[in-house]
């Protein structure tokens, strides 16, 4: 077996973000995937989401399960913290780290396979009790280490490599988030950076359940005609229900334009953003009207993307519990062995 390890030297003339660190400091190893494959572009465009917010890599936590998709966190921000549990069980292992140490940015990574299948319970218990995580999942509709049999969120009618076309009906996993109760539920392309790494950026700076749909074709085995996950089909059917960028805490800036205007806005770093109203009907905040829409354009064969739903007064689950502000990893023998007074108390209390 040939190992391939990336060159640890770097340019001197690499850009640095505000903490020092160039884009190659949040890299991993060299990925072993198919050629072309989409997960590799979400690696990418994880990578440079964590590197314009200057996170520090230590400061990530990153958790799969089994799969293609749960390769990839050995691919990007090599620097951190990891975890890959067994098929289906990620959430609640990143549940658990979560509860433990609340002070880590939480990255669960997952596939179609990993979480509408085996492990769809644990995939719907962890949104809609508001773990504090980003949950993406790299979808393609078809379970790529097994030789192409069609997933749980393959299209009804979708033909496989083989020409055998899928007769059961897809589970939509934004649409099920929605349902559960996530806060922030959003659907990219794995093959639209432009538009996935402001919604990556944006699901980290987020309080509570993030999830990310990101429709990634599998080169190998679902990227052919005949596939509603190819990048072909998703190309010609993407319906991008907004366009936005992201930016980091600091004095407000105030706009106010008329829709379908285009308007530059001076940043405070100098740079110019570029400002589009588009969808002047949609609402993001409006839950029940996201859900309606996924629908709606699923219908007539859309792929509907961009930041489906957001709840900006989302809470989490350290809030629902009441939990202590320490991280429980932290805390000493006293606050967790407060003695027989404190017991007796919690035992009058339960009878």
Same mark, same amino acid.
């Given at each position: ?12 003339t ?23 494959? @989409?997960?590799?572009?979400?690696? %990418?465009? #994880?990578?440079? =989401?964590?590197?314009? $917010? ?5 400061? +990530? /936590? ?65 949104l ?14 078809v ?19 083989r @020409?055998?076309?899928?007769?059961? %009906?897809? #589970?939509?996993? =934004?649409?099920?988030? $929605? ?5 922030? +539920? /959003? ?6 950076k ?104 699923? =219908? ?23 939990t ?6 932290r ?21």
């Amino acid at each position: 077996m040939t190992y391939i390890a990336k060159p640890r030297l770097h340019h001197p003339t690499l850009s640095r973000n505000a903490i020092g660190c160039t884009r190659r400091d949040y890299e991993g190893k060299v990925s072993t995937l198919c050629a072309g494959c @989409g997960h590799d572009s979400i690696s %990418a465009a #994880i990578v440079q =989401a964590c590197w314009e $917010l200057s996170i520090e890599p230590h400061r +990530v /936590a990153k958790l799969s399960g089994i799969g293609c998709s749960s390769k990839t966190p050995d691919y990007f921000l090599g620097q951190s913290h990891g975890f890959n549990t067994v098929h289906g069980r990620m959430p609640s292992v990143l549940t658990g780290a979560n509860l433990a140490n609340r002070d880590l940015i939480y990255l669960g990574v997952s596939g179609d396979g990993d979480s509408a299948s085996i492990g769809l319970g644990q995939f719907a218990h962890c949104l809609r009790r508001g773990v504090n995580m980003v949950y993406i999942v790299e979808n393609n509709g078809v379970y790529g280490l097994t030789k192409g049999q069609f997933s749980a969120t393959a299209d009804r009618g979708s033909v496989s490599k083989r @020409g055998v076309a899928n007769a059961d %009906a897809p #589970i939509d996993l =934004a649409s099920l988030a $929605l349902q559960m109760g996530a806060t922030f +539920v /959003a659907r990219s392309f794995s093959g639209d950076k432009r538009q996935l790494v402001p919604l990556i950026k944006a699901a980290i700076g987020h309080r509570g359940a993030a999830f990310i749909d990101v429709v990634s074709p599998c080169v190998a085995f679902n990227n052919h005609p005949g596939s509603t996950k190819s990048y072909e089909y998703v190309r010609e059917h993407n319906e991008a229900v907004n366009r936005l960028d992201v930016m980091v805490p600091r004095t407000a800036i105030e706009v106010d334009y008329p829709a379908g205007e285009t308007i530059e806005v001076e940043q405070h770093d100098g740079s110019v953003l570029r400002l589009s109203k588009l969808a002047e009907d949609y609402d993001p905040r409006d839950r029940l009207a996201a859900m309606n829409h996924i629908q709606c354009h699923q =219908a007539e064969g859309a792929v509907v993307t961009g930041l489906l739903y957001i709840d900006p007064d989302a809470g989490d689950l350290h809030g629902n519990l009441n939990t202590v502000t320490t991280p429980l990893n932290r805390l000493g023998e006293t606050e967790l062995c407060p003695g027989s007074a404190a017991l007796e108390r919690l035992n009058a209390a339960l009878r």
